[in-house]
C-alpha cells in the first residue's frame, strides 16, 4: 500500500509557532502533505507562512482540500486541552464521507464521536486517535536505566522549544555518520511522522512514566543511541507531571536543554506573564536534580530555537548560552551543518560506553 | 438517609503496611466499618492486626462478612497498578445480589464490568469508582497560587508514608483550635474518608495539575488553612509525575516532609532495593527547588511514621530529624498531643499573613 498523502486541519492557526503538529509534519515529510486548510492564511503557499514547506497550498476550506485528493485528514493543531474546536465536526464528515481516513491527536478521540464513528464505518475509513494510550500500561520500575544503548532525552525550558525537532534532527545525522539512531516519539506529531509511540501527556497519570519506560526499551533495540522525544517543562504549571515522569521513565543518560532564545516568560501565559523563565543555568541545575534523583543524569548541550532571529542575532544568542553554561550550543534548524550536538552526543556516548555514565 | 457501614475487602493483605485504604478508613471512621474481609487474619479482631479500630471483626469470606450487615462493601487494598484481584469477582456478585454498593479505589473500573454493572442493576445498587475523574478538567494555569488561606501539602519520601494521615490529623486539631480547616482528598481513601475530592493519580496525565488546581480552590472556600493529601514522591520512579504535577497545580504555601522512619529504599522496590533514599535535608532540597519553580513554597516541619519502632526509637528518630533539618518533627499518630506541627502550621500561617509567605 502506497504511503497516505494528508490534508493537514490547522484552520485559524497556522502560524511558525502555533501549529506546531502541522510543522512538524510539513518539515518532516512534505511529500506527503496536499494541502492546509486555514482560512486565515489561505491563498499562499506552505512556504509563505512557514518559511519553508515550498509549494503546498494554502486553502479556506474542507472542499478545497478534498480537491486536492488527500486520503487522509491529519489535525494539525494542538488546542490547549486538546479538545475539537466544533466547527470542524461537519468538515470532517464532509472528509469521511470523501472516502478520507483521519488522523487525530486531540485529547477528545474523534473515534469515540458517533456521528464520526458512523461515517467512517459506512464509509469503511479509519479514524486513528493517536494520543488513545495502549491498554495495560506497566507502573515504570526503572527498567531503562538498565538499558545498553545510550538513552538522550531532551528537555525544555517551555512547550513548544523544539525539543522533537532537535531529536530528529539528530537521529537523521546520526545514523548518517553510521551510528545506529532510534528516535522515541512521545507525542502525538512524532507518532504521525513515525508511525508508533505513546502519547505519554494522554495516559493516565499513574503510568507515565511506565509508557516512558515501555517506549524507550522498544526504541533500544538494534540500537545504539535512543533518542526520546521531550515534552513539557519541570517548572511548566499545567505540564511539568509528565516532563518529570517521561523523564523519570526514560531514564536517559543525557539530556540536551531545549530553549526559544527570544522567549522570556512561559508560553501558555502570554497574556498574563507572571511566570519568568530563570536563566539555562538554573534549568540545568533543575534537570540534573531531578533527573538523577532516580538514575545519574547529565545535560551534555543546549539546542537553541532562534526562528525569530537574524542570523546574526541567532549566532549571538548562542554564543551567549554557550558562555553561560560552559556547553555546546547551535540551533540545529537554522544552522544543519553545525555539528555542536552531534559532537556532544557522540562525546557522551564514549564516555558512556567507557564508565557507564556520560 | 443514614450513612452507609462499610464491609471492607482486604484478602490476603490486611496488615499495618500493606491495606493503606482499609487502615485509614478504620482509623478516620470506625463506626461505619462491620468488618474486614481477609482470609489470612480472620477469627480476630482488627485491633489485633493493626493495633486500633477495636473489636471490629476480621472475617474469612464474603459470606460471613455479608452477614454483618453492611450496606456497602468498600475495596481496602491498592495493589500496585489498580486491579482487582479476578478471585474478587464472584464475591462482588454475592454482594450486589445481597443489596450492597460497591466503593472503590481502583484503576479498573468496576461499573465498566458488564458482569457487575447488570448485578448493580438489577439490584438496584450503586457502584462508585471514586478513581473516575470528572470529565473536563481544565490545564492548571497556576490559580491556586491566588488563593488566600495558606494551602500546605505534604510531600513525602516514598509512596504510603502518612502523607494523608498527617493531614487528616492536623485538620483536626487546627479546627479544634478554631481555624477553620478543610482536608483536599486526592487520592482513593481521602474520598473514601472525605466524600468528595479526585484521585489525581488517576486522571488524564495533561490534567494532574488542573485537577490539583481544581480542588484546592474548591477546599479554600470558606477556608482560613487548606490541607492537601500529598501522592508518591519526587524520586519515585512510578509516581513522581503525579508528585509533581500536585505540587504545581496546589500553589502550595507551605509543605510538610513526611518519612516512615526506618526506610531506606523507595518501598515498590523492596525486591530490588536499587534506588536508595537520600537524607531528608536532601529531600527538602528538592522539593523546595521543584515546587519554587512555579510558585515559592517552603518546608515547615517534619512528619515521621514510626509505626514499628519503639517510643524510645520513635523519640530518638525525632530528634534526629530535627537535628538534621532544624524544623519541627513529630509521629502524629504515636504522639497525638506533641503540638510540633500544629505550632508550626500556626506559625506558617502567620508568616503567611504578614508577608505572604511561610
Known amino acids: 500500500m502506497a504511503p497516505q498523502r494528508f490534508l493537514i486541519l490547522a484552520d485559524g492557526d497556522f502560524s ?14 512534505p511529500e506527503r502533505v496536499v494541502g492546509v486548510v486555514d482560512h486565515v492564511a489561505a491563498g499562499g503557499t506552505v512556504e509563505d507562512v512557514l518559511g519553508f514547506g515550498g509549494t503546498i497550498p494554502v486553502v479556506p476550506d474542507m472542499a478545497s482540500g478534498l480537491a486536492l485528493g488527500p486520503d487522509a485528514i491529519m489535525i494539525g493543531i494542538a488546542p490547549m486541552g486538546g479538545r475539537l474546536p466544533e466547527q470542524w465536526h461537519a468538515w470532517l ?21 458517533p456521528i464520526l464513528a458512523e461515517r467512517a464505518r459506512v464509509n469503511r475509513c479509519e479514524i486513528r486517535d493517536v494520543r488513545k494510550a495502549p491498554e495495560q500500561l506497566p507502573v515504570a520500575e526503572g ?13 525544555g525550558t517551555d512547550c513548544n522549544v523544539g525539543k522533537m525537532t532537535c531529536q530528529l534532527q539528530l ?47 522498544e526504541g533500544a533495540r538494534d540500537a545504539d543511541v535512543v533518542l526520546v522525544e521531550g515534552q513539557g517543562s519541570l517548572n511548566h504549571p499545567g505540564y511539568s507531571g509528565v516532563t518529570l515522569g517521561l523523564l523519570h521513565g526514560s531514564c536517559p543518560n543525557a539530556l540536551i ?11 501558555e501565559y502570554r497574556g498574563k506573564p507572571w511566570l519568568r523563565m530563570p536563566p539555562l543555568s538554573e534549568y540545568i541545575r533543575m534537570y540534573e536534580m531531578a533527573g538523577s534523583a532516580v538514575w545519574p543524569t547529565r545535560v551534555i548541550g543546549i539546542c537553541l530555537n532562534t526562528y525569530d532571529m537574524t542570523d546574526d542575532q541567532a549566532r549571538a544568542a548562542c ?40
Open 171 to 217: 537521529t537523521r545525522q546520526l545514523n548518517d555518520r553510521g551510528v545506529r539512531t532510534r528516535f522515541v516519539p512521545t507525542g502525538q506529531t512524532g507518532i504521525f511522522i513515525e508511525g508508533w509511540g505513546i502519547a505519554v501527556d494522554a495516559v493516565v497519570a499513574d503510568f507515565i512514566a511506565g509508557a516512558a519506560e515501555k517506549i524507550t526499551m
Open 143 to 155: 527498567f531503562a536505566r538498565l538499558l545498553e544503548p545510550l538513552v538522550m532525552l531532551t528537555v
Open 93 to 113: 464528515v464532509s472528509a469521511l464521507d470523501a472516502g478520507c481516513d483521519i488522523w487525530s491527536g486531540l485529547h477528545t478521540f474523534l473515534g469515540d464521536d
Open 16 to 29: 511558525p509557532m502555533t501549529s506546531k503538529t502541522a510543522n512538524s509534519v510539513i518539515r518532516y515529510m
Open 257 to 267: 536543554l531545549c530553549h526559544q532564545a527570544s522567549r522570556t516568560h512561559l508560553s
Open 319 to 358: 554564543a551567549a548560552a554557550i558562555s553561560e553554561t560552559g556547553l555546546p550550543c547551535t540551533d540545529p534548524v537554522r544552522f544543519p551543518a553545525d555539528p555542536a550536538l552531534l559532537d556532544a552526543t557522540l562525546a557522551a556516548r564514549e564516555r558512556y560506553l567507557k564508565t557507564g555514565r556520560c
